[in-house]
DNA sequence: AACTGCTATGACACCGATGTCATGACTTCG
DNA sequence: CGAAGTCATGACATCGGTGTCATAGCAGTT
């Protein structure tokens, strides 16, 4: 491979001209700057970033860490892998800063984690960010000194910078949708609780009632989905037969994700109901491939996992550049409700206006 | 960031004593290396790649390049990301090796992928992996020089190593097992047949076809998506409409995708039809969602994703090495069938014995 | 003519590791 | 006891760029 040395060989001049070409930084006589610029393309010259960060110390590398970090080994249900839309939102905002990403995937096993970081130290990353594959808390064994840490999709004990979705204003939002479409008995039928989306989730609905006035019914908000390999459906089968048979049963029923619909989409079919007439029907997660596949289509909520992705990046980029930023603990992104078919609005008027970026497709 | 000067004046020896504790290349005394590395710890200090390269040329990175490539700039339907399983192949391969993975993502624009490849260049990675987000052929505008590459997923005109999956096979294992599981009349839905793996699977089928001895009846043979914008689903609804209106119906009808066959769901039981009893039905993509969720569970066909990229980064470390591996051209790698639920067998017995890696579940 | 100011360029040290070679201490063997 | 061999260690050059400083050439000013 070339060295600048090979090039202010073949140009006649020093290594340094060479250098001033590449980096525009003191002016280069118009003749020189040719004669180099034509060895350099002959060369087929590439400035090695090595030997350049030796002296400025500026690796213009990002080290992004996947998976692991997990307190739950077991895979979740698949809710549209949000991992790969935080990375590009990432890679998104590092490529236009010129910067280039170092990805490491622990595959799941946490243990990986110091091991990955310490990689990444070696290559001298301006930056770590760490990217949950679903909402939770997580304590990293860091050892990453000071280099600047941004944490996605999950938060630590002890206040590290970190983006997570706003899984409260989320359902809030979707809540207060339906309510003003004209529907009153909201059911909502939830992930396992030892998720934190799921409380926080629940915090949304409840305000969300509240807000409207419509007084809470216990008997609305059931758990029907557990992340053990023993929940064979059962549970939603359950959860939907005991509302169906409330005296005051639900015009609407919410799922903790887009799969959870797409089962009660069969569940309720088979009970003789059709969606949305006799009842309707909203997801979570805007995991398109059901919520658009499905007919009718799924009301749902996005969560805004590119959007995090962007964030966490432009606040790692301020980290590097000092700027601090301040931020002491989590930031929340909320993201938009996507008004389908699935939900049918009980009141006349359409005097749902939707304040809240709502689509409507 | 400390340094090994640093290190080498806290233990009071040469620097280069500091190194051999590092890399245990030569002896070094007890005494001498409890000390190293007790004023390692104390300063933290983690070696600098950018210098150790320097001196080996061995950066220990790997380019990898996502996205774009892709001709058609239109997205695909979703099918389950495929580039992300391949990815987690190449990573946990690469991970093993010791190398460390550097990610650029298009973004769906190839026009960037020089710069990409250029970045890479500067960093001196010790081989190029392109992966693409579906079959396809790709054109790749390289100036990657003599720097080893890979195609996943992908192939193009000059015969570049290139992993892509074996979508003739897999749909050719697929309908053998339906033969053998006593169908005779299999009904055969596709997708766009501008895609590379249509036309692949297509010669899977009849080739099944031919080797059972069951002649092949272009009625059942139908194209029922298109990748454009106005195809609403009509196209599967006629292509069912059709083959039910034969003399001699299917008696299972095998989808281009999972997502096709989540649509034929509901479509076969707005026809009165019940699945299997009625009529079975098979996807491809094994896009886990969709089959384990639907009831009943979707017979598929895997593509071997995680494979690929596993295989992909064997290659190019193989390649690396300088074992050069002589591999002309393309590498096909199958994937299994995974039997389900939602095919019945005709006959009584369970002659049913699958040598072809099948699973069932 | 002497001085100032600017442009264009080169010499040289340096970043942090490692390869090469040299050296001193100690062991082993004839 | 001296020669040869092993062990442990250090001095120094080197990788490929960039920062610092010096210098030569030339125009403009007084």
């Not at 990293?140 to 840490?149: E, M, Q, S």
Request: aromatic share 6%; net charge negative; charged share 20%.
């Amino acid at each position: 491979m070339a060295t600048i040395y090979d090039v202010a060989k073949a140009a006649s001049v020093s290594p340094k001209t060479v250098s001033r070409v590449l980096n525009g930084d003191a002016p280069v006589g118009r003749k020189t700057r040719k004669a180099v610029e034509t060895a350099m393309a002959e060369l087929g010259y590439v400035p090695s970033n090595a030997a350049r960060m030796m002296r400025s110390n500026r690796s213009g590398l990002i080290g992004l860490v996947t998976g692991a970090l997990s307190q739950k080994l077991e895979p979740m249900e698949p809710t549209g892998l949000p991992d790969l839309y935080i990375v590009q939102g990432i890679q998104r905002v590092m490529a236009d800063s010129g910067k280039t990403l170092i990805i490491a995937d622990t595959g799941g096993t946490s243990a990986k984690v110091p091991q990955l970081v310490r990689t990444f130290l070696q290559h001298r990353v301006e930056a770590l960010i760490y990217v949950a594959d679903y909402h939770q808390q997580v304590t990293l064994d860091t050892g990453a000194g000071n280099c600047p840490v941004v944490l996605v999709n999950c938060f630590d004990a002890d206040g590290t910078t970190a983006i997570v979705p706003d899984d409260e204003r989320c359902q809030f939002d979707l809540v207060t949708d339906l309510v003003r479409s004209g529907h009153e008995r909201i059911a909502y039928f939830t992930l396992d609780p030892a998720m934190v989306a799921t409380e926080l989730r629940s915090k949304g609905y409840r305000a969300a009632l509240e807000a409207a006035a419509i007084p809470y019914d216990g008997a609305l908000e059931v758990m029907a989905r557990r992340n053990v390999e023993n929940d064979d459906g059962g549970l939603l089968q359950r959860a939907l037969d005991s509302v169906l048979a409330l005296d005051r049963p639900p015009t609407v029923m919410c799922c903790g994700n887009d799969e959870m619909a797409l089962r009660l989409y069969g569940l309720i079919r088979s009970r003789g109901l059709r969606i949305p007439e006799d009842v309707s029907v909203a997801g979570f997660d805007n995991y398109r491939v059901i919520a658009e596949t499905l007919y009718p289509p799924l009301t749902t909520v996005e969560l805004p996992y590119l959007a995090m992705g962007q964030r966490a990046a432009e606040i790692a980029l301020g980290m590097i550049k000092g700027e601090d930023e301040q931020l002491a603990g989590s930031e929340m992104v909320p993201g938009p409700v996507h008004w389908r078919s699935s939900v049918t609005a009980l009141n006349s008027v359409t005097k749902l206006r939707s304040n809240t970026g709502s689509t409507f497709s």
